[in-house]
């Protein structure tokens, strides 16, 4: 007996089955052909190996999570030619002695992905970066939280917001926001800073577009090392709302409304919930893009707005006005920092000082599926089948990928190099040029 599950645009799933089959419209989900027949492939395995359609429906989310990203570099990549977005996860990584390290496919229980190769670290637009940058630095403010708990500190979130129209550049609006920082250099501030013992902040930028134009905002994670009562709260609610509006006045003329522009809270942390890190750092809302793209978004300003993560995806399918913000956005916030952590905090909290290197070299102890030799990491990239690739290392190891590849028409072989504990498994060219068979 043969059952249906049918995936429809909004992402529903109905079912009745023990013999899955899933049918899904390539242009709805923005997916090559072959990238929905993998996407066949996932959902049949998961279903013979035993799993639930659940399992396959979750495969199938991943690995369309992980195609829509390689997606949206290809795109930015042409986008932004010439900048070091443009170059990400192209090239195999430098070994240190005037060569290359081989490219890997890894894998775990639950995924695999491409390392070894050279990334871009850009914390705004990349799609590969950011989310596992953002994710890194949303760990340690986790971890501080933690200690504000431990040790009966007060941790406040802060956001600061500006007033802004649709006619307004990001230019114009951006550096009040990503250096309002300096405010707290202002003498008003350094005695509360001393009065109250303000260890520091974790704060970070986040920028979305909305029926009002380009809305750049601040959240922060401010922690004094004591228990603050609430009249304290309150002084520190006065003094940031009046440094942020003197800033917002004499940066763009403006006044602010004081309670809206500036949000100041406890963090509650209610027993058994985490999620400051990922609070301050808006890693989900950013980059779970999703298939909700629907239009309407914009018009209706319902949702308040759009990611650059949506730009991304919006101008990828052809919208030329999104483009050009995707394009404003890339040029105004390439230099700035989008997350910071004072360094006085986490050296208060104990937690190690990690740069953005070892936050894109994620998981070098996952296991090795196989590597793949410049040559062919290159006509990867040029075939754009990273994703392709990855999953079938994923189910069916070194051969699956050496199948994926001579299905293109590459004469790749699957061989063995000598590593310091064994052989390691490598994909290459042949030496010699061997006919198609
Ligand atoms: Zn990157």
């Given at each position: 007996m043969t059952h249906t599950a049918t995936v429809h645009s909004s992402a529903t799933i109905t079912t009745a089955a023990e013999s899955v089959d899933v049918f899904l419209a390539p242009p709805v989900l923005g997916m090559s052909r072959s990238s929905v027949s993998a996407l066949h492939t996932i959902f049949d395995r998961h279903v013979e190996t035993g799993g639930t359609w659940r399992d396959g429906w979750s495969a199938l989310k991943a690995f369309d999570r992980k195609a829509e990203r390689y997606g949206d570099l290809r795109y930015l990549r042409g986008l932004l030619s010439g900048s070091s977005l443009s170059k990400c996860s192209m090239a195999a990584r430098p070994n240190g002695t005037g060569g290359v390290v081989n490219a890997q496919i890894r894998r775990t229980p639950d995924y695999a992905f491409l390392s070894g190769v050279l990334m871009c670290k850009g914390v705004w637009l990349c799609p590969l970066c950011a989310p596992k940058i953002l994710s890194g630095r949303g760990e340690q403010i986790e971890a501080i939280q933690d200690h504000v708990d431990a040790v009966g500190a007060t941790s406040l979130l802060v956001s600061l917001t500006l007033p802004h129209w649709a006619s307004d550049s990001l230019d114009a609006l951006f550096p009040v926001v990503s250096n309002?920082?300096?405010?707290?250099?202002?003498r008003a501030w350094r005695n509360v800073a001393d009065d109250l013992d303000y260890v520091g902040v974790a704060r970070s930028i986040e920028t979305t577009f909305g029926a009002n134009g380009w809305h750049p905002h601040w959240h922060g994670l401010m922690v004094f090392d004591t228990d603050l009562t609430d009249a304290q709260v309150a002084r520190i609610r006065g003094t940031v709302q009046q440094l942020w509006s003197d800033r917002v006045a004499k940066l763009l003329g403006r006044s602010v409304v004081d309670d809206i522009a500036v949000d100041v809270r406890r963090w509650v942390n209610r027993?058994?919930?985490?999620g400051v890190g990922h609070y301050i750092t808006k890693l989900g809302k950013a980059w779970t893009v999703g298939q909700e793209l629907a239009g309407g978004v914009l018009k209706d300003g319902r949702e308040g707005s759009l990611t650059p993560g949506q730009l991304v995806r919006m101008a990828r399918h052809g919208d030329p006005q999104a483009e050009r913000r995707v394009r404003e956005f890339y040029r105004v916030t390439k230099r700035a920092k989008r997350v910071y952590i004072a360094p006085a905090l986490t050296a208060w909290a104990g937690i190690d000082d990690t740069d953005d290197d070892d936050l894109v070299a994620t998981m070098q102890d996952a296991e090795l599926v196989t590597e793949l030799s410049p040559t062919v990491l290159s006509w990867i990239v040029r075939f754009g089948a990273e994703t392709d690739v990855i999953f079938a290392g994923y189910y069916e190891g070194q051969q699956g990928i050496v199948e994926t590849l001579r299905a293109r028409g590459l004469r790749v072989v699957a061989t063995t190099r000598d590593g310091p504990d064994g052989a390691v498994p490598v994909i290459e060219l042949p030496p010699s040029p061997e006919p198609l068979e």
């Amino acid at each position: 007996m043969t059952h249906t599950a049918t995936v429809h645009s909004s992402a529903t799933i109905t079912t009745a089955a023990e013999s899955v089959d899933v049918f899904l419209a390539p242009p709805v989900l923005g997916m090559s052909r072959s990238s929905v027949s993998a996407l066949h492939t996932i959902f049949d395995r998961h279903v013979e190996t035993g799993g639930t359609w659940r399992d396959g429906w979750s495969a199938l989310k991943a690995f369309d999570r992980k195609a829509e990203r390689y997606g949206d570099l290809r795109y930015l990549r042409g986008l932004l030619s010439g900048s070091s977005l443009s170059k990400c996860s192209m090239a195999a990584r430098p070994n240190g002695t005037g060569g290359v390290v081989n490219a890997q496919i890894r894998r775990t229980p639950d995924y695999a992905f491409l390392s070894g190769v050279l990334m871009c670290k850009g914390v705004w637009l990349c799609p590969l970066c950011a989310p596992k940058i953002l994710s890194g630095r949303g760990e340690q403010i986790e971890a501080i939280q933690d200690h504000v708990d431990a040790v009966g500190a007060t941790s406040l979130l802060v956001s600061l917001t500006l007033p802004h129209w649709a006619s307004d550049s990001l230019d114009a609006l951006f550096p009040v926001v990503s250096n309002a920082g300096a405010m707290f250099s202002h003498r008003a501030w350094r005695n509360v800073a001393d009065d109250l013992d303000y260890v520091g902040v974790a704060r970070s930028i986040e920028t979305t577009f909305g029926a009002n134009g380009w809305h750049p905002h601040w959240h922060g994670l401010m922690v004094f090392d004591t228990d603050l009562t609430d009249a304290q709260v309150a002084r520190i609610r006065g003094t940031v709302q009046q440094l942020w509006s003197d800033r917002v006045a004499k940066l763009l003329g403006r006044s602010v409304v004081d309670d809206i522009a500036v949000d100041v809270r406890r963090w509650v942390n209610r027993e058994g919930t985490r999620g400051v890190g990922h609070y301050i750092t808006k890693l989900g809302k950013a980059w779970t893009v999703g298939q909700e793209l629907a239009g309407g978004v914009l018009k209706d300003g319902r949702e308040g707005s759009l990611t650059p993560g949506q730009l991304v995806r919006m101008a990828r399918h052809g919208d030329p006005q999104a483009e050009r913000r995707v394009r404003e956005f890339y040029r105004v916030t390439k230099r700035a920092k989008r997350v910071y952590i004072a360094p006085a905090l986490t050296a208060w909290a104990g937690i190690d000082d990690t740069d953005d290197d070892d936050l894109v070299a994620t998981m070098q102890d996952a296991e090795l599926v196989t590597e793949l030799s410049p040559t062919v990491l290159s006509w990867i990239v040029r075939f754009g089948a990273e994703t392709d690739v990855i999953f079938a290392g994923y189910y069916e190891g070194q051969q699956g990928i050496v199948e994926t590849l001579r299905a293109r028409g590459l004469r790749v072989v699957a061989t063995t190099r000598d590593g310091p504990d064994g052989a390691v498994p490598v994909i290459e060219l042949p030496p010699s040029p061997e006919p198609l068979e």
